[in-house]
């Protein structure tokens, strides 16, 4: 009892130095556990539907001033939470390891991403650009230029229960949008973290409207009350595609964007010319980190026969030997799985892909610290892509099958449901390219030589098919977040129509 009592400690101590107040973490009705011990190291209070409510109502009032300030300046409050994020990095790595149990380099990681995609913001906020097209009028000028959508509502998983956020919020509020954010119920002590720092950064800003930002923890209700409020003209919804399936008609009813980054079931094919060393490494970072829990972890393994017998072995060498514990330590590879729903979704799987005619190595339940529910990655050497394959199981689980033909093991990455990411290993610039191309992976992420999962913020993220076909982060992104017109002016004295057209009057 004596370790998760200083978890507990641990973590007030964390959340107190992030600047959360100690009464909105002890005075709660929703008992928060960390995965890594099954303790309580929190109670927190929920938001109510009347809450969602008045916070999407400040968002609006805030938009209302915000739109009209300088995007540039709304950068400068953007700069100023990458500073807070650069200064509570070591903080909230932990808090991120404490509550959703990536190990601490993960947790680290998550935070720098933050402040990654903070710092593209802040250089995007002198861009916003729009296109000046070529006019069939005389003294004509044609633009499109892009302004603030409005509010924008986030709702985020536990896997990442802050880069996501951050992903969304450092875009949006550079393009004029309030946030109003629903985080996982599983961890609503980051995002509180992650509020107050935004607050420190709202304050030494100066005049950032009230309302700019807003987390409202809650259950299933306070969810359905975001997407469902008028004034939400965006929601960026990260989770199951059952959630998707859910959010998505709300959101068309209304005509409100959707920006969904729902389920993945990455693969990745092993080419003959594969550097096997590499591979190793990438399959095994993609399969075992974040226990399995990312949506980009890779879950289908494609080995051609001819580097089969080569590479399965060392990966089932890995497989065995990799080290799982506690993320707190820094040499833990493999942290717990979220919850007991988790581990009972992993077993129907590998219960499942027995009977489907796979051989499971590993997979057992081990020990750890106090009751968090740890688990040997499982290899799951597969005769077919069966149906128990084709599903996604959020649990570090690896389906291994043979090929024989590039074509066809691309056809096999392009079979499963979703699309999120995907990646070839090979040294073979026809395969390589072939997989890029037009007839390659038909997933949002096609990578070479790396694998599925560790994107980096420049890039859009996100995926087709089941995945929800949503893009955040890098590259045109932003435009998201915005609304376009198109400007035709008149600079002449006479007015000509479009396709000479003639209405004489
Ligand atoms: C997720 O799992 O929800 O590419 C996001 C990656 C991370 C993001 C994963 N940068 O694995």
């Known amino acids: ?52 409510a008045r916070a999407v109502e400040a968002a609006q009032a805030a938009f209302l001033s915000w739109r009209v300030v300088p995007a540039p300046r709304r950068g400068e409050l953007v700069r100023l939470l990458g500073e807070e994020l650069r200064a509570a990095r070591t903080d909230l790595g932990l808090l991120v390891t404490i509550e959703a149990g990536k190990t601490l380099s993960e947790g680290l990681g998550e935070v720098q991403e933050m402040i990654d995609i903070c710092d593209y913001a802040v250089g995007l906020s002198r861009q916003l650009f729009g296109l000046t097209i070529a006019t069939e009028r005389p003294d004509h000028r044609m633009m499109e230029t892009w302004h603030p959508l409005g509010v924008v509502g986030v709702v985020s998983a536990f896997n990442f229960p802050v880069a996501v956020w951050s992903w969304n919020a ?12 629903k985080p996982s119920e599983k961890t609503p002590l980051t995002a509180l973290a992650v509020q107050a720092l935004f607050e420190r950064a709202a304050r030494r800003f100066g005049d950032a409207p009230a309302g700019l930002s807003t987390v409202l923890i809650g259950g299933r209700s306070v969810g359905e009350a975001l997407v469902s409020a008028p004034l939400v003209r965006l929601v960026s919804a990260t989770g199951s595609t059952a959630m998707g399936r859910a959010v998505a008609p709300v959101l068309a009813a209304r005509f409100a964007r959707a920006l969904l980054e729902l389920g993945g079931n990455n693969a990745a094919i092993v ?90 190595h590993g997979g057992e339940r081990v020990s750890g610290p106090g ?6 990655p499982a290899l799951v050497e597969m005769p077919a892509q069966t149906a128990v394959v084709l599903r996604e199981t959020f649990a570090p689980i690896l389906f291994v099958m043979r090929f024989t033909d590039v ?16 990646s070839i290993f090979t040294n073979d610039v026809r395969e390589a390219e072939r997989f ?13 030589n790396i694998g599925p999962s560790g994107a980096e913020i420049g890039g859009a993220f996100g995926g087709e098919k089941e995945t929800g076909g949503g893009r955040e982060a ?32």
């Open 371 to 376: 009751e968090g529910i740890f688990v040997r």
């Open 436 to 448: 890029c191309s037009a007839s390659g992976s038909d997933c949002g992420i096609a990578n070479v």
């Open 271 to 360: 080419c003959p010319s594969a550097d096997l060393d590499l591979t190793l490494r990438g399959v095994a970072f993609a399969a075992m980190g974040t226990a399995g829990q990312r949506c980009t972890t890779l879950r289908r393994l494609f080995l051609h026969d001819q580097v089969y017998d080569a590479l399965l072995p060392r990966l089932k060498g890995a497989y065995a030997s990799v080290r799982i514990g506690d993320p707190r330590e820094s040499d833990t590879l493999v942290g717990p799985l979220i919850d007991p729903a988790s581990l009972a979704a992993m077993q129907a799987a590998l219960a499942d892909a027995r009977a489907q005619g796979g051989v499971v």
């Open 407 to 422: 074509d066809a093991a691309i056809a096999l990455n392009n079979d499963a449901p979703q699309g999120l990411s995907s």
């Open 474 to 505: 890098g590259s045109d992104s932003w435009r998201a977040y915005m609304r376009r017109a198109t400007n035709t002016v008149n600079y002449g004295s006479t007015l000509p129509l479009a396709q000479g057209v003639k209405f004489e009057i």
């Open 1 to 52: 009892m004596s370790g998760w009592a200083r978890l507990g400690d641990e973590t007030a101590a964390l959340l107190g130095r992030l600047g959360v107040q100690g009464a909105a973490i002890t005075h709660g009705d929703r008992p928060v556990a960390s995965p890594i011990t099954g303790e309580v190291i929190a109670h927190v209070h929920d938001a109510s539907v009347a809450d969602c």
């Open 170 to 181: 450092a875009l949006a509020l550079v393009c004029g949008d309030p946030v109003v954010w």
